[in-house]
């Protein structure tokens, strides 16, 4: 499997990496966090590591590491806007159950 992104969620990444001069890509991975056990971060990438799994899109790349892309495989990353706020989504099919405020995430073991 892999990862999906949607036309909305590549062109806010794409925006976010406009003009970034020494960024190459941004990161997705995941990191213990969080009443439910794991949380998504983004970060810039200033260089990708062998063993990152790159996503070309236009505008930009998003890597994931080895060990993040386990517990992502499959996941649709979307980005949304309502009338609340504007923010992006991991439908991840990984993820087993979130905590109330939805921050993190927990996932079979």
Do not use: H
């Not at 971060?41 to 799994?53: A, H, I, K």
């Not at 439908?91 to 979130?98: D, F, L, R, V």
């Amino acid at each position: 499997m892999a990862i999906s992104i949607t036309q909305r969620a590549q062109e806010k990444l794409a925006k976010a990496l406009l003009g970034k001069k020494d960024i190459v890509a941004l990161r997705l991975a995941v990191v213990r966090s969080g009443c439910a056990g794991f949380s998504y971060q983004m970060d810039y990438v200033r260089q990708v590591e062998s063993d990152d799994t790159v996503w070309d899109f236009p505008g930009g790349k998003l890597v994931v590491d080895k060990e993040s892309f386990q517990l992502l495989d499959g996941l649709v990353l979307d980005y949304i806007k309502d009338p609340f706020k504007e923010r992006f989504v991991f439908n991840n099919p990984k993820a087993t159950g979130s905590c109330g405020c939805g921050e993190s995430f927990s996932v079979a073991k």
